[in-house]
């Protein structure tokens, strides 16, 4: 038994320390921490949402001036035709952009196939005759020099040519004649090989093999967003077949600047490449957070068609890095990025090329991670030792200034430094401990309350007992009158409930107050001298006069009790039983004489319910009358003594009254007496009715 008891004391101990506000708090704090670690998709999505809202631009964000898209427009097909153009057109767009000083061209178009606009290979089959009717062998030999024309200008302009890595073996693997970038490396304290973290490709569609002999530069186009479906950051990088190649947009860089060879910084704050005199940080997989400027066409288009007539001014290229994209309808490929849902995918490198050019990409740091779950940590830890002390006021200021200075802190690391630091994982934190533990709070405050709650109930009973057993100290007979007489009054006051006049006023509060203020209705007998009090006879008018005096008595009494706990104290009712339970509905009753409504409805309660156990009960100047007998002098009383609505409640439950009679009987002789008289009652009836 002892041993048992050891145990349930252990565990309500053990239950009492997990409830409390600063070990939960530390608990949901590691909890929540490592949803840091694990990154769920919830707590992703949010750092992707808290990252957009730090790098949005201001409307007059500064743009590059350098970065050109040439733009094969709406403009460019109706003066030149359907795409896809011929090569030699193509050929000669590049040879305009060289003759025009342009730095380089990053063309973000593939061309894996044969020149198929100017004639089709099913034309080998067409009969000779007819051949030479329309010219074909003109046309053929034309075709021919259509690619070869293309990249002989791929060459002269040292254009950069776009391809596209796979990521699922194909069955028919391409050979392709590639260009890997020299990756030279600089390491101080990092660890691992250059090129182990970066994305490995399986495959690869590239372009016509003398396109890609004839191009001194080729580059990846290969984008992809994060898991909500948006385009943050793109890789620079990428590894394939044990070789390393740069993206489109790297390639440019590299083609602009004149180098073919890249240094990789490595070291203990993370990765980067120099490029010129540059750096490019890197993320994991060699990827960069691109900074965009604003919403798409940002940057200067340019008409194809307006190149090829010669529009635009000889000097208007000058030193520019260009991409040729297409924006006509139905050719053109968008992207959702931070700042625009459809942003044209040509414009992504020019992109890359301006946050080279300003110097300002996006950085998130490799301790990213880990600092903001430290963080967490810490900031979780702290406000949960701090809530146990403080008022509610300054817990819901720490908490709300917490987060202000947590998000205002990542502001100012990017506004500084162009850190992608999240505190959207602190923050997470800050705020589950407080939504959880002023809710542990409340909840303790509640069952503290609850408590105080029962305690002051007992105590209120307990002061209206000892107050009520004064009067039975003076009068013996008085104390199973208390104890019926209370629950009379419950009683009707609940079969009063439903009435429309006098419900609204009998509530659960009032009806329970009325109950435990009944025994109080004759206090003022403690007043009275004994002489009048225990006299057995009937008491003469000067007696009786003297004994009209216990309502005021008791009135006073309670009334100077009251005065001390309130107005809205539980004595309210007691004092208007003590003092009105004597009136009568006609007004002929003490000590004031109300009439009707005037007579509180405790005091009218009262006055049927001490009446009737008057009634049933054997006094020392009267014997005990029977229920039914009590019953026909209250129904005569209807109107004159007592309220008519009381009345009328009263004979709906008068069952439950004498009920409440034979368990509290003031003695065995007085509960002998209600059974007999009520069984010469039944007697009485079955004989009336022949039986």
């Keep these: 038994m002892v041993k048992a008891t050891s145990h349930s004391g252990i565990a309500a101990a053990a239950k009492r320390n997990l409830l409390h506000p600063t070990l939960l708090g530390i608990l949901l704090t590691i909890i929540l921490s490592l949803t840091g670690i694990f990154k769920p998709t919830f707590l992703e999505f949010l750092d992707y949402k808290a990252f957009d809202a730090l790098s949005a631009p201001s409307p007059d964000a500064e743009i590059s001036p350098v970065p050109v898209v040439i733009d094969i427009d709406e403009k460019s097909l109706k003066a030149h035709g359907q795409w896809p153009w011929p090569r030699y057109k193509i050929a000669m767009l590049l040879n305009r952009l060289y003759a025009m000083g342009v730095r380089a061209v990053g063309i973000d178009i593939m061309f894996p196939e044969k020149d198929r606009s100017v004639i089709d290979p099913l034309s080998e089959d067409m009969p000779e005759d007819l051949k030479r009717n329309i010219g074909i062998e003109t046309i053929r030999e034309f075709a021919r020099h259509s690619d070869r024309l293309f990249a002989e200008a791929v060459s002269k302009t040292s254009a950069v040519l776009g391809f596209q890595f796979q990521f699922e073996s194909s069955p028919e693997d391409m050979s392709c004649l590639l260009r890997p970038v020299t990756l030279n490396v600089m390491q101080r304290g990092g660890s691992g090989l250059p090129g182990e973290d970066l994305i490995e490709a399986a495959s690869i569609v590239c372009n016509l093999d003398e396109l890609t002999r004839a191009a001194h530069s080729t580059g990846f186009f290969n984008v992809s967003p994060e898991s909500d479906g948006i385009l943050r950051s793109v890789p620079l990088l990428m590894k394939y077949k044990g070789e390393i190649y740069p993206s489109l947009s790297l390639a440019v860089l590299m083609k602009a600047f004149n180098t073919n060879q890249l240094l990789l910084h490595r070291d203990p704050n993370g990765d980067s490449l120099r490029l010129a005199d540059r750096n490019i940080p890197l993320g994991s997989g ?170 002051l109930a007992l105590a209120q009973e307990a002061i209206i007992e000892s107050m009520a057993s004064l009067t039975e100290t003076r009068d013996p007979e008085t104390g199973g009158h208390i104890k019926r007489t209370q629950n009379y009054v419950r009683l009707l006051a609940q079969a009063l409930r439903g009435s429309p006049k006098h419900g609204p006023q009998l509530d659960d509060e009032a009806i329970d107050l009325l109950y435990k203020s009944a025994p109080l209705h004759d206090i003022g007998k403690v007043g009275v001298p004994d002489r009048i009090l225990l006299k057995p006879g009937k008491l003469s008018e000067k007696e009786f006069e003297e004994m009209k005096k216990h309502t005021v008595i008791g009135r006073d009494a309670i009334h100077a009790t009251e005065r001390k706990l309130g107005n809205k104290s539980f004595l309210r009712f007691a004092q208007d039983i003590a003092y009105t339970h004597h009136e009568k509905w006609n007004g002929s009753g003490y000590p004031q004489g109300l009439r009707g409504e005037e007579i509180p409805l405790c005091g009218r309660l009262m006055a049927l319910a001490d009446t009737y156990d008057a009634l049933i009960s054997r006094r020392v100047y009267k014997p005990p009358l029977t229920h039914e007998e009590a019953v026909k002098i209250i129904i005569k009383d209807k109107g004159t003594h007592f309220d008519p609505d009381i009345v009328d409640a009263f004979l709906a439950v008068s069952e439950e009254f004498r009920n409440i009679a034979y368990e509290r009987a003031d003695s065995e002789e007085q509960h002998f007496f209600n059974q007999k008289t009520d069984l010469v009652q039944k007697i009485e009836e079955q004989f009336l009715h022949g039986v």
């Design 286 to 455: 060699g990827r960069i957070w691109v900074n965009f400027r604003g919403r798409g066409k940002s940057f200067s288009y340019i008409s194809a068609a307006d190149v090829l007539s010669g529009k635009i001014p000889s000097d208007a290229l000058t030193d520019k890095i260009a991409f040729l994209g297409t924006s006509a309808a139905g050719l053109k490929e968008f992207r959702s990025t931070p700042t625009d849902p459809i942003y044209p995918g040509v414009e992504v490198h020019a992109t890359v090329i301006d946050n080279f050019l300003r110097s300002d990409f996006l950085v998130r740091p490799f301790y990213a991670s880990v600092f903001e779950v430290i963080l967490a940590l810490v900031i979780g830890t702290a406000f949960a030792v701090i809530f146990n002390r403080t008022s509610a006021l300054l817990t819901f200021l720490v908490a709300s200034g917490g987060v202000i200075g947590l998000w205002t802190s990542s502001v100012l690391a990017f506004k500084t430094a162009n850190l992608l630091l999240s505190p959207v994982l602190p923050i997470l934190v800050l705020v589950t401990n407080f939504s959880s533990l002023t809710l542990l709070k409340f909840w303790r405050e509640e069952k503290k309350a609850k408590r105080r709650t029962r305690q």
